[in-house]
């Protein structure tokens, strides 16, 4: 049973502080037995090296700009091959993004957190981008959901790409007591400001204020490579409670990136800004209700 499903006990959790290995990677578009390869060895060398989280990109597992082949690649998420990714002799989480097929036959952009050889948890992404060079409505079922999962290293939310420009996500998140929040990315290369591309200091800005406003520890997963003549940037980033960074990847190149997440400096941020415990989830539901209502008089 996912650790999101109705009736689930919460896993003990973990007090020390986690390694955590980013897959800064470049998918093979189309091709899923390579990207799986390519998982496969990233997961084994990670879990050698201590890791406790493994996180790939969005649609790690098939690259972006699948258009008509998306149902030839999509997969359940209980697809053994996916599971093979997860040891369950290994006391070792995994995110994974994936074209997944929902038991209705609805093909989503999904990400599922896996431990131990099974799933602990699916998020689909609930914003499909249909501007610029984006048409995933097009392809895609959007999610209808936004909550978060129970994990031994806490209460976990997951963002995938377009998900994260929506600051209500972030706060439902919080809301729903998110200790790490997880954003997985295919972000382009575009624009130049100053020395960095426009578009990566937007998601470091982004970032960084879910983690300053949500008071938790942020990773950033964005992939690199080219498709269709796109440029993917990287740079993914591991942040702490209030927006510190605690590493950061490359520009352009692929890298595994490491850094360590200790759940007493969430503990301490909390204590020294108490943003949840000052939340006031009862006004913030009877404004949205009543500006719903007000859109829906005209």
């Not at 997961?43 to 090296?49: H, P, R, T, Y």
Request: one cysteine or more.
């Amino acid at each position: 049973m996912p650790s999101n499903a109705p009736g689930h006990q919460p896993p003990p959790r973990i007090q020390r502080p986690f390694r955590v290995a980013v897959a800064q990677i470049a998918p093979r578009l189309g091709d899923f037995e390579a990207n799986l390869e390519i998982h496969r060895k990233i997961v084994s060398d990670a879990l050698g090296q201590g890791a406790d989280l493994i996180v790939f990109p969005e649609l790690s597992l098939t690259g972006y700009f699948l258009r008509d082949i998306v149902s030839d690649i999509a997969v359940s998420a209980s697809d053994s091959r996916v599971l093979s990714l997860s040891d369950p002799n290994a006391d070792a989480h995994v995110v994974v993004g994936l074209v997944e097929e929902s038991p209705r036959h609805l093909l989503h952009n999904a990400a599922l957190w896996l431990h131990r050889g099974r799933v602990e948890g699916v998020h689909r992404k609930a914003y499909l981008p249909t501007y610029g060079m984006f048409d995933e409505k097009r392809y895609f079922a959007a999610g209808d959901r936004m909550r978060c999962i129970d994990t031994c290293l806490g209460r976990v939310g997951i963002l995938i790409c377009e998900d994260a420009w929506h600051l209500a996500n972030a706060v439902i998140l919080g809301a729903d007591g998110a200790d790490l929040i997880v954003i997985l990315a295919n972000s382009p290369a575009r624009g130049v400001n100053s020395d960095e591309l426009s578009s990566q200091a937007v998601w470091h800005h982004i970032a960084r204020n879910i983690a300053l406003f949500v008071n938790v520890p942020v990773i950033f997963a964005n992939r690199v490579g080219y498709e269709d003549g796109v440029c993917f940037f990287g740079s993914s980033q591991v942040l702490a409670p209030g927006g510190s960074t605690l590493a950061q990847a490359v520009q352009l190149d692929e890298q595994i990136l490491w850094a360590t997440i200790d759940p007493a400096a969430t503990r301490a941020a909390r204590l020294r800004t108490p943003l949840a415990r000052d939340e006031r989830l009862e006004l913030t539901l009877r404004e949205l209700e009543r500006i719903a209502r007000e859109r829906h008089e005209f």
